[in-house]
């Protein structure tokens, strides 16, 4: 169906393939930036991704200005500050994110304090705030699923306030993203699962949010074929150089699909129980996806039996009636959620996740202030979303 | 060919469709008002804004506003008097405005279609959307609200009772 009026932006570079990272010199040339700053966290230093990065400044004119490395799983302000101090110490002129979406986000909200020459974040937050161009910013994920990389988004924490601070702005985006298969082979199973149902979440919200559009779906769809051709292969045989960057691939079209697009009530339940039970974005999409889907069904069944095809491919997809087609979506999610929890133990419900269940309530208050669920196609109120985190618990 | 003149580049003015969304934007700015002293929905939503919280809706670039502040319990219409907002929502321009403010569309397509952009805190933004639910819920009937609202809210007898003071004494008097 197509919409009366939409919008599409995603303006980033992308640059794809192995090697794809000894490029970032020349990348940062062409915005004449000779000095950057890189971002990374603790955990990308251990499994020697940074070394790729770094590396690749051997014998280039660009030097590395700065390296912080101590990004925390859930970044927050004061990182933010702190990093931002870090840069205009040494003279940076552009910024390097190396890492997953903590990483990617931090760098975000560093380079909106350095291009606006601010120390508050607060200034900023809320859609569309920015009016200027920011630094110079190439990404290079070392996850396949938040599609950050891609995004004009961030969220960070402002624990003295206890706000998560969220920052929409085209000016957002990064310049260049940087998929190189050596920055995710070793990914441990479980973590590449969670990813690769994030990614999978972000498309199949995409194509069935009420912000949809042509260009934003036909990027949803070619990511779902990808992860059901792939990310089992990804999960299972982690060096396979092919998968890894075909997932990619994936969370970085749907990337693409969603920042244009948003998401629903999957994202806004994951982001609840994120902030107050700490579970992982992706472990928490891929537990919500499917409760989701069967909430959502009666408003988009249409939808959801259009995204049988990627989902389970043409043989499926021409074995199944057309009004069985929906919830067969539906089962097909649920089937590779299970795949997933027998190959790495990916968590099926809120409990196995460690959820206490004398949290929920508290989830269900706070997934009521999440942007998210704006564009869910159904409403949702605190009943339903107690409901939904009562369904997904056990 | 006659060169053109200058006049022929000049924009008609849209006096009318700007006089219907001031209009709006009035009625909107004394039902929020008047309901916000009566709902318990919309009172439970204001607990969690200090006093003086602004929130204001305004048509970019330099179109009319409603300017709304947390006064007790309640949110005062402030009519268009310009000030700091805590929350501000700003519509691109007057045709962005025009079929949000006049019931065709509701407020998360006016979001999807990027009509209009957000300054504040998101999750507070959400409340004012919640708020802005039940007034045009007591603004409307069912036929607009079910082509605006993604549901329709059910009307008791209280709510009955809300509408009737919303529409005799929240929109023409500013009351209660």
Known sequence: ?394 | MSPTGPRSFRPRKKSLKLLIARLSLFSLGRAFQAASALDEDIQEELAAWPEGYTVIMKIGPRGPAMVLVKEGDRMKYHGEKDRPADLLLTFKHLEAAFPVLTAQIGTPQAFAQNRATLKGDLSQALRLIRCLDVVQGYLFPNLIKKRIMKRVPPMTPKKMLNRMVVYMLGLPLGRP
């Open chain 1, 1 to 394: 169906m197509m919409p009366s009026y939409y919008e599409f932006f995603c303006p980033v570079k992308i640059l794809c393939g192995r090697q794809a990272a000894d490029n970032i010199p020349y990348e940062l040339e062409q915005f004449q930036a000779r000095r950057p700053l890189i971002v990374t966290d603790p955990g990308v230093v251990r499994a020697g991704l940074l070394d790729v990065v770094v590396q690749a400044f051997s014998g280039a004119e660009a030097v590395i200005g700065g390296i912080f490395q101590d990004t925390p799983q859930d970044s927050s302000n004061v990182i933010v500050g702190q990093v931002a101090r870090l840069y205009r110490e040494n003279g940076c002129d552009a910024l390097i994110a190396v890492g997953g979406g903590s990483v990617i986000d931090t760098s975000k909200g560093v380079n909106i304090l350095v291009s606006e020459n601010s120390d508050d974040l607060m200034e900023f937050m809320g859609a569309y705030i920015i009016k200027k161009p920011l630094k110079p910013f190439i990404v290079v994920p070392t996850t396949a699923g938040t599609g950050s990389e891609v995004t004009s988004a961030a969220v960070i924490a402002n624990p003295d306030r206890k706000v998560k601070m969220s920052f929409v702005s085209p000016f957002l985006f990064p310049n260049v993203a940087v998929l190189d298969p050596r920055m995710t082979l070793t990914m441990p199973p479980r973590i590449t699962a969670a990813t690769g149902m994030d990614a999978l979440t972000h498309a199949v919200e995409a194509y069935t949010c009420l912000q949809k559009n042509p260009v934003s779906d036909a990027y949803a769809v070619a990511a779902i074929a990808l992860v059901r051709e792939y990310l089992i292969t990804a999960v299972t045989q982690g060096r396979n150089e092919e998968a890894r960057l075909v997932m990619a691939n994936a969370a970085l079209l749907a990337g693409m699909a969603f920042t244009n697009s948003l998401v629903g009530v999957v994202h806004g339940l994951a982001h609840a129980v994120g902030g107050v039970a700490h579970v992982p974005h992706g472990v928490a999409n891929s537990i919500f996806l499917p409760f989701g889907m069967e909430y959502n069904l009666d408003q988009v069944a249409g939808l959801y039996a259009e995204l049988l095809l990627p989902l389970a491919g043409t043989e499926v997809f021409a074995q199944t009636a057309p009004a069985e087609r929906a919830a067969k979506a539906v089962a097909v999610v649920k089937d590779l959620k299970q795949k997933m929890y027998d190959l790495c133990g990916l968590p099926r419900t809120l409990k196995e996740a460690g959820v206490p269940r004398d949290k929920l309530e508290e989830i269900a208050r706070t997934a009521l202030g999440d942007g998210s669920l704006i564009m869910n196609p159904e409403a949702v109120d605190y009943n339903d979303a107690l409901r939904l985190l009562q369904a997904a618990y056990e």
